[in-house]
């Protein structure tokens, strides 16, 4: 893994902008990649389409992932994301406007790490990045998955 990578799955230029500016200040962030919708986003993660070629040994540390996205939505990434050997312990944060527990509780049900709802003020915002960053990404351990699986 990446040590202090984010895959930013946002397809909201705003919320995407406010993202990557809140993240800019962040010692323990180092880069963020962005895309802008769930195949995108399962490109990037398995080196296929655009991405083809590129070494997914190499893999951010965090994935934030909206769960409204064009192309494939982001109950259907994260299926993907814990099918797969090689992305299934990735920490993966659903963000989302929504309030529906129906969407909590499929994400959770699918294996996400975390759910987040987007504040909308924009200091909230900027406030909840940096503490995500700051968890998964200095706080919380993953598993070296260099190393055999457990069992």
Known sequence: MQENTILLVE????????ALRAFRNIEYVSNVIVVRDGAEALDYLFGTGQYE???TRQQPRLILLDMKLPK??????????????????????LMTSSR??????????????????????FDEFVEAMRDLARYWMKINRTPNLALPAYG
Do not use: C, W
């Open 100 to 121: 529906q527990e129906s969407d909590i509780m499929a994400g959770y049900s699918l294996g996400a790490n975390s759910y987040i709802q987007k504040p909308v003020n």
């Open 11 to 18: 397809d909201n230029p705003d919320d995407e902008a406010l």
């Open 53 to 55: 070629g590129r070494d």
């Open 72 to 93: 494939l939505n982001g109950l259907d990434v994260l299926r993907r994301v814990r099918q797969d050997d090689r992305t299934r312990f990735h920490p993966v944060v």
